[in-house]
């Protein structure tokens, strides 16, 4: 399976500023999500991040607070824009790799805190 | 819709005994994966073990295998000879029509010596 580097692996963040997670795969892949992990909650999909357009957004997630992008087909950033205490969460990244259904790997997460 | 239930929040299980995690789904494709993490308190997912939903038999990992009764759809997870180090969360999950997760809420397994 791929191999992710996740950075930063965690931050403590001032209101209203914003922070960018950047993923590196080791390998090109199809396909990349970003996923958010509330505290003591289960993951929840932001987005799929398409390589050279625009990312496809969940409900209830949109582009101007979490701006994403894909330059290639081994790296993808995820921003989160104008932050608030509600953003606190984990931040992970997962790809498709090698290996079809197996080949299913999570960067190791950003934990963010907003204070 | 997709839709994974566990519905255990949290187990305690005695070291080097069997454990058994729930997991139920809901889905109108006729082709599916299901799949288990843990998530140990790093926060990091680690991927355990993978069923397809064409797969005649269960699938196992070393000590981890899983228990899928399709026309119950139930996909399981066991456990065998429990270890201090398989304290954690574990999320059962199911890939969709466009490859994206569909995670359970989780279940806190906690292993005692």
């Known amino acids: 399976s791929a191999v992710i580097s996740q950075k930063p692996s965690r931050d403590i963040c001032q209101r209203g500023t914003s922070l960018t997670i950047q993923c590196q795969v080791d390998?090109?892949?199809?396909?990349m999500f970003w996923y958010r992990q509330q505290p003591g909650q289960s993951l929840t999909l932001i987005a799929t991040?398409?390589?050279?357009?625009?990312?496809?957004?969940e409900s209830g997630f949109v582009i101007d607070k979490f701006p994403i992008s894909r330059p290639n087909l081994t790296f993808s950033t995820l921003t989160v824009s104008n932050m608030s205490p509600e953003d606190s969460s984990i931040y992970l990244c997962?790809?498709?790799?090698?290996?079809?259904?197996?080949?299913?790997?999570f960067g190791s997460g950003t934990r963010l805190t907003v204070v | 819709a997709q839709k994974i239930t566990q519905t255990q929040p949290g187990m305690f299980v005695q070291e080097k005994e069997a454990v058994t995690l729930d997991c139920t789904y809901d889905?109108?494709?006729?082709?599916?994966?299901l799949f288990w993490y843990k998530q140990p308190s790093s926060g990091e997912m680690i991927f355990l073990i993978y069923?397809?939903?064409?797969?005649?038999q269960n699938a196992t990992e070393g000590r981890y295998s899983l228990n899928f009764q399709k026309a119950r759809k139930s996909a399981n997870l066991v456990i065998s000879a429990s270890q201090l180090g398989d304290s954690a969360m574990y999320f059962c999950?199911?890939?969709?029509?466009?490859?994206?997760?569909?995670f359970g809420t989780g279940t806190s397994l906690t292993v005692i010596p």
């Open positions: 889905t109108s494709d006729p082709s599916y994966g």
């Open positions: 997962s790809v498709v790799g090698p290996g079809g259904d197996y080949g299913y790997t």
């Open positions: 069923q397809g939903s064409y797969d005649q």
């Open positions: 390998s090109q892949v199809t396909m």
């Open positions: 991040a398409n390589q050279g357009s625009e990312a496809t957004y």
């Open positions: 999950a199911m890939r969709g029509r466009s490859n994206q997760f569909y």
